[in-house]
């Protein structure tokens, strides 16, 4: 089945700069790849995903990429705030999968 | 937010007891899914559902039981509670398939004494 690696678990980034968090995926049919953001005491929610046929997607300051050869992906943040601070999930599944796995998530710490 | 309603919000039991955690949701979404969370561990999926009555296993499903006997609610059973099962219960719901966007209800807090 489907494994997935996330790195690093823990973040620490001053006001501005950028932060960078990389997940591997094992099942190389897999083609839909979440991220999830978790505040303190709060539910998952998504912010972006990206499909296997495409290799960036952008949202505002937040970009993800896909290397499906490497079998990995990456959360960009840019210009972090400190509202940027949370628990990070990337996830990954496949079309005709019916469960989602997902990484062991990053703790992202931004310092006025 | 999407209508989906985690009962209890917390819950505190003894070792060896059952435990019943409701998922209740009004999008009459097809997937539904028990994750738990724990320190360094992520999310983890218990089981999960594609339909009335279609349940299976997920990473972690030993010491629990699942049941859909409606499209609205997806119940999580610990059989025997033991300690390892303290953790928080997320339920999560999808429209399709699992490559779409999963709604996650608020979490269970549940402790095993």
């Known amino acids: 089945g489907e494994n997935v690696e996330q790195h690093p678990s823990t973040l620490s980034v001053q006001e501005g700069d950028s932060a960078v968090i990389k997940c591997t995926y094992s099942d190389s049919a897999s083609n839909y790849f979440p991220w999830y953001k978790q505040e303190l005491g709060k539910r998952p929610q998504l912010i972006i995903d990206i499909r296997s046929n495409v290799g960036e997607k952008k949202d505002q300051r937040i970009a993800v990429t896909l290397n499906k050869t490497a079998k990995h992906f990456s959360l960009h943040i840019t210009e972090t705030q400190p509202e940027d601070s949370a628990v990070y999930f990337c996830?990954?599944?496949?079309?005709?999968?019916?469960?989602?796995?997902f990484g062991t998530g990053t703790r992202l710490q931004v310092f006025p | 937010d999407a209508g989906i309603t985690q009962s209890p919000r917390h819950k505190v039991t003894e070792t060896g007891t059952p435990v019943t955690l409701r998922c209740h949701q009004t999008e009459n979404h097809r997937y539904m899914y028990w994750y738990r969370q724990d320190p360094g561990h992520g999310l983890r999926l218990i089981h999960y559902s594609y339909g009335v009555k279609d349940t299976d296993k997920g990473e972690v499903s030993d010491g629990y039981s699942v049941s859909r006997s409606k499209t609205e609610d997806f119940l999580l059973t610990l059989e025997s509670a033991t300690s390892s099962q303290t953790s928080v219960y997320f339920c999560?719901?999808?429209?399709?398939?699992?490559?779409?966007?999963?709604?996650f209800g608020q979490g269970t807090r549940l402790t095993v004494v």
């Open positions: 996830a990954a599944s496949y079309s005709m999968a019916d469960k989602l796995i």
């Open positions: 999560a719901i999808s429209k399709d398939k699992a490559d779409t966007e999963a709604f």
